[in-house]
């Protein structure tokens, strides 16, 4: 598939495309070239075993809770109950779980960052940031637009919850 998209991209003809497909599509097919190398495959393989792990780790989490080893995610009802005692319980319950857990998440993160940076890296962009953007099609909008955004959020939205939350 990369390799047809690059041959269209590369074409004399791609502007004629372009306009065939729409230009947001063409910038997507475009994105996803510029997101993708088959020199960082190895990497990208590590990656997903990393989040396999992680995933695999936090869907079997088990907490003591009640005198019992319970699922994690089995603490979800509790941790809403209208009792503060109970909810503080469960909450609690679930911080320990989390905390059985750091060293191997800690490790996890630690090599997914690492990781990450290197594919960033070996394709020549400055952080895994401007890779991560390409690869979730974000192709509207920078980062530069989302910290302005999150900006407004903070300013304009978060007293508004605030004050209906104190209401």
């Not at 947001?24 to 475009?30: G, N, V």
């Not at 070996?122 to 974000?138: A, I, W």
């Amino acid at each position: 598939q990369n390799r047809f998209y690059r041959l269209l991209a590369e074409s004399p003809f791609s502007a004629f495309f372009e306009k065939t497909v729409g230009a947001f599509a063409f910038r997507l097919i475009l994105s996803g070239l510029e997101g993708y190398d088959s020199s960082i495959i190895p990497l990208q393989q590590e990656e997903n075993a990393l989040l396999s792990r992680y995933n695999q780790l936090v869907s079997n989490a088990r907490a003591d809770y009640r005198g019992e080893r319970v699922s994690r995610s089995s603490l979800t009802r509790d941790q809403q109950s209208a009792d503060r005692e109970v909810r503080k319980e469960a909450y609690h319950a679930a911080i320990a779980s989390w905390e059985e857990q750091r060293g191997e998440l800690e490790e996890i993160y630690d090599s997914l960052v690492k990781n990450r940076a290197r594919q960033a890296e070996l394709m020549g962009f400055p952080s895994f940031v401007e890779l991560s953007y390409l690869r979730m099609n974000r192709i509207g909008y920078t980062p530069e637009d989302v910290r302005c955004f999150r900006e407004q959020v903070k300013e304009n939205l978060v007293p508004v919850a605030t004050d209906l939350n104190e209401r």
